[in-house]
Every structure is written in structure tokens, then in C-alpha cells.
């Protein structure tokens, strides 16, 4: 849990998005829509490939000499010798380095799932990597080498930047992480979970409800801060007046933030926060007249702790379809994971489910030059600028014990 939550503020924090838990189902909700036959899935499952051998960190453009096994799928035959030439979709996945291996099987098993729902798809050779740089560009070589037409990976900042500052990117790769600066690469594709984007459809939300000021209530950590100034910004930028902003931590006494918010009186608010301080602040935001509250999906932890969630009733934010929405045509094909993942791994499960089916347009050379690309089980998504791919999530609100999605809701 601890090392997948840290992966995932990571992630987060760099601008991108528990461990084996409890199972996460879609929060229930009340709107309806017409449920999809699932296709017979083909069945592909990755036998564990060779580690790569690690190395030290060297310049972007350079490569090991050192020999690297070729991974193989249970139903193909390994080719004969590494480098053998086979048409795929390469994934690659810090699946070799602790910090990072349960986020990245989180993220392979959506992808396989993904692939298994397809009963055309392209075949998928998985290439487990560690977390060093060196070691992720020689098997990112490796993939093309053996015929991958479209990589999916690298996962984290780091491997991200090393790759967009090399020259080898030859066929489309769909990055799950955002570099360090502009990237050139014409091959280079960005998509992922970034919190920043989420944060900016919140504050978006708000205004598109006619919202014209907020009070910003963030918890003193990376994350509430994190959130309390993008929020900030997106929202001065759309021409939004904060009329102040109040931090609190675990030793804040909360009845006087509460004698605050009564003076206040503010418009609206938004809280910076986490599932659990969202449950611990929000009663005490409470006034005479309800103030119409947003946050981000760091605050909802899933439908299996609903009933907690009775005090923030009210409060709107945002999700993905995955976790929000049971019978939308995209979720109702995929089946969610065997074994637990807690709901952080749910979503990176999500995330490589529709990395997948994007993998799959360019495979096919279907993928549209702009505009909306695909209704994905992660949002609507579509390829902005920068060959950058942009997720529009569901708008949802927690009444009492449910969530429900708010149809005509838009960020």
C-alpha cells in the first residue's frame, strides 16, 4: 500500500495521477445506460521475461552493449534468437525495480485485460525494466529492434525525460508520464493521470456553475498544496476571486476554522485534501446556508467505505468513468482486476486499459490527427497540442451513502 501510494503522489506531484487491499467496485449511481455485449475474449498472458541488467545512469543518447533477453508470451513461441523480428505492441514496465513493480502491474494487468477484450488484437510482448535510465532505453531499443510497431511506456518522470531526450524513439510510444520540458520527438505521445489536469476541469466545473468567487481549504502537506495552487491559478485564470485561503494539519483546532468559514460566508469552496481529511474538515465547513463545495477524486476512496462518506454530502468532484460508472459502454467490456488492487491500483488499471485501445488505433494507423479519440473507461479522451493526450473525467456529487453522476455536469 505504502509503496504505491508514494508511487502515485509521485506521479501526481510531477504533474501526471493501494496496494493489495480491499476490492474497489464502481461507486453505485443512479443514471442508466444501455449495456454492451462482451466480445469472446482471446486469451494472452505474459510468461515473466529476463530482467534487464541495470547500469548506471548515462547520457540520454547512449545505450548498454550488454545482451538482453527477449520477452515472450505463454501462447507465442519466444523468437530463436534475441533481436528476432516479430510484429507487436511493446510494453514497458519498471516491473524489475521494487519501488515501482506494484503500480506497473497494476498497469500491465489493465493492458492485458484490455488486449484480451479485443478479438483482433495486435499481440503484446511485455518488457519488464528496473528504474534505471540506461536500462529502459536499451530495452526501449530491444522493442523496436524485435518489431514493435507502438510502445506503450516508459511509466515514470525520470525514464519519460531521458527518452524524449534521445533520439531513438522510431515508432509512436505512448509515454504514461509527462518529461521534464518540451519534447521534440515526432513519435512521442504523452498520456497519463495528472492531477494538475484534474484539478484545472475542478476549477472549470465551478465556473461553468456560475461560481464566481471560492475559499480554498487545503491540508498543510505536498498534496493539499499541491492542489491549493494549481487550483489557484486555473481558477484566477479563469477569472475566479479567492477570497482567502485557509490551511490545517492534524493539530488545527477546527471549530475555530469553522468561526472562520461563518465569517467568511464564502460563495463556494474548494478543498485540497485526501478522502480521509476530506471526511475530518468538511463537517466543520458547514454553515446556516449550505456553500456548494468541489474537490478533486483524491477525496473519494471508493464505493466499499460509502458509508463513511455521509458527511461530505454535497461536495461535487470529479472521476473516471471506471470508478463511476458501471454501465458506461466502455466499462461494461473490461472486467475488472482478479485480486485486489485498492483503488489507486484500480485506476492505473483503468489507465492501462485505455492506454491499450489507443495503442491499438496506431498500430492500426486509425488514429484521428485531433479532437476526441476515444470515450475511454478513463474519460473522454482526446489529442490536444503537443501531442498530448487530455482526459475530460465525469462530474459526480456524494449525496448521503452514493454517489451520483451529474449528467449535465461538464468541466
Same mark, same amino acid.
Given at each position: 500500500m505504502q509503496r504505491i501510494t508514494a508511487f502515485l503522489s509521485i506521479i501526481f506531484l510531477a504533474g501526471v495521477i493501494g496496494g493489495c487491499a480491499t476490492t474497489t467496485q464502481p461507486a453505485p449511481v443512479r443514471d442508466a445506460r444501455t449495456t454492451q455485449k462482451q466480445a469472446t475474449p482471446a486469451v494472452i498472458v505474459p510468461t515473466p521475461a529476463a530482467s534487464l541488467p541495470a547500469a548506471e545512469t548515462p547520457t540520454a543518447k547512449s545505450l548498454p552493449q550488454?545482451?538482453?533477453?527477449?520477452?515472450?508470451?505463454?501462447?507465442?513461441?519466444? !523468437?530463436?534468437?534475441?533481436?528476432?523480428?516479430?510484429?507487436?505492441?511493446g510494453l514497458l514496465l519498471p516491473l524489475s525495480a521494487p519501488t515501482f513493480r506494484q503500480p506497473a502491474e497494476a498497469v500491465k494487468q489493465g493492458v492485458l485485460a484490455a488486449a484480451k477484450a479485443q478479438p483482433d488484437m495486435p499481440t503484446v510482448r511485455v518488457y519488464p525494466t528496473s528504474d534505471q535510465v540506461t536500462n529502459i532505453l536499451a530495452a526501449y531499443q530491444q522493442a523496436v529492434d524485435g518489431g514493435a510497431r507502438v510502445i506503450i511506456g516508459p511509466l515514470t518522470k525520470n525514464a519519460v525525460t531521458a527518452l524524449a531526450e534521445s533520439d531513438i524513439t522510431a515508432v509512436p510510444t505512448l509515454a504514461l508520464s509527462v518529461p521534464e520540458g518540451e519534447t521534440a520527438s515526432p513519435n512521442l505521445y504523452l498520456f497519463g493521470l495528472s492531477l494538475d489536469a484534474e484539478t484545472r476541469q475542478v476549477a472549470q466545473l465551478a465556473a461553468n456553475e456560475g461560481r464566481n468567487s471560492v475559499l480554498i481549504v487545503a491540508s498543510n502537506n505536498a498534496l493539499g498544496k499541491r492542489l491549493q495552487a494549481t487550483f489557484g491559478e486555473a481558477w484566477q485564470r479563469l477569472g475566479g476571486k479567492i477570497v482567502d485561503q485557509l490551511n490545517f494539519t492534524p493539530s488545527t483546532d477546527l471549530n475555530a476554522l469553522h468561526d472562520k468559514v461563518e465569517k467568511l460566508q464564502p460563495e463556494s469552496i474548494f478543498l485540497a485534501v485526501n478522502a480521509q481529511e476530506a471526511?475530518?474538515?468538511?463537517?466543520?465547513? #458547514?454553515? =446556516?446556508?449550505?456553500?456548494?463545495?468541489?474537490?478533486?477524486? @483524491?477525496?473519494? %476512496?471508493?464505493?466499499?467505505?460509502? @458509508?463513511?462518506?455521509? $458527511?461530505? #454530502?454535497?461536495?461535487?468532484?470529479? $472521476?473516471?468513468?471506471?470508478?463511476? @460508472? !458501471?454501465?458506461?459502454?466502455?466499462?461494461?467490456?473490461? !472486467?475488472?482486476?482478479?485480486?485486489a488492487l485498492g483503488i489507486d491500483g484500480e485506476r492505473l488499471y483503468a489507465m492501462g486499459i485505455d492506454a491499450y485501445r489507443l495503442a491499438q488505433l496506431f498500430y492500426r494507423g486509425?488514429?484521428? =490527427?485531433?479532437?476526441?479519440?476515444?470515450?475511454?473507461?478513463?474519460?473522454?479522451? %482526446?489529442?490536444?497540442?503537443?501531442? @498530448?493526450? /487530455?482526459?475530460?473525467? /465525469?462530474?459526480?456529487?456524494?449525496? =448521503? $451513502?452514493?454517489?451520483?453522476?451529474?449528467?449535465?455536469?461538464? !468541466?
Open positions: 550488454t545482451p538482453i533477453a527477449t520477452p515472450t508470451l505463454a501462447e507465442k513461441p519466444a !523468437p530463436s534468437k534475441p533481436g528476432a523480428s516479430s510484429p507487436h505492441i471526511r475530518l474538515v468538511r463537517p466543520y465547513l #458547514a454553515t =446556516a446556508t449550505p456553500i456548494p463545495t468541489y474537490t478533486t477524486s @483524491q477525496a473519494f %476512496s471508493g464505493a466499499s467505505e460509502a @458509508q463513511k462518506n455521509v $458527511d461530505l #454530502a454535497g461536495v461535487r468532484f470529479l $472521476d473516471m468513468p471506471w470508478m463511476l @460508472q !458501471p454501465d458506461h459502454p466502455a466499462v461494461m467490456i473490461y !472486467p475488472h482486476p482478479e485480486k486509425e488514429m484521428p =490527427a485531433g479532437g476526441v479519440v476515444l470515450d475511454g473507461v478513463t474519460g473522454q479522451i %482526446s489529442l490536444a497540442s503537443g501531442r @498530448q493526450f /487530455t482526459r475530460e473525467l /465525469t462530474a459526480a456529487e456524494f449525496q =448521503a $451513502d452514493v454517489v451520483v453522476v451529474l449528467d449535465n455536469a461538464k !468541466p
